[in-house]
C-alpha cells in the first residue's frame, strides 16, 4: 500500500465518522466514481494526480451526502462525473469528443 492509499484511507476513516456508511463504501463510491470518469474518456493520470482526484472525490462524495441520497450507484457515479467534468472542462470536452465517436461509429455507449 502506498503513501497515497494510506493517506486517502486515513481521509476516510476520517470522513466517514460523520457518516450513515462505512469508510469502505466511502472508498468504493469513490474508486467507482474516478473509473468510470476517467474510463469514458480514456483519460490516464499520474500517480499524484489521480490521487488528488480521488481525494477530491472522497470530499464530495462525503460532503454530497452521496452514500444516503441516491437509491443507485449508477446515479451517484452519474452525479460525480459531472461534477468532475464542471471542475475540469479540459477532460470534459475530450470525454464528449469520445463519447461522440463512439456514437457516429455505432458502438455501444453505455
Known amino acids: 500500500m502506498s503513501e ?33 470518469w476517467a474510463k469514458e474518456g480514456n483519460l490516464h493520470f499520474p500517480e499524484p494526480k489521480r490521487y ?3 481525494h477530491e472525490i472522497l470530499r464530495y462524495c462525503a460532503y454530497g451526502n452521496l452514500l444516503e441520497c441516491h ?26 469528443r469520445l463519447r461522440a465517436r463512439r456514437n457516429r461509429y455505432g458502438r455501444p455507449c453505455f
Open 52 to 54: 488528488a482526484l480521488l
Open 4 to 36: 497515497f492509499d494510506k493517506a486517502l484511507h486515513q481521509e476516510a476513516k476520517a470522513i466517514g465518522e460523520n457518516l450513515d456508511g462505512t469508510a469502505g463504501q466511502l472508498l468504493a463510491l469513490t474508486h467507482a466514481g474516478y473509473k468510470a
Open 71 to 96: 437509491p443507485t450507484q449508477w446515479d451517484s457515479l452519474r452525479e460525480i462525473a459531472e461534477m468532475l467534468d464542471a471542475r475540469y472542462p479540459r477532460y470534459a470536452r475530450t470525454r464528449a
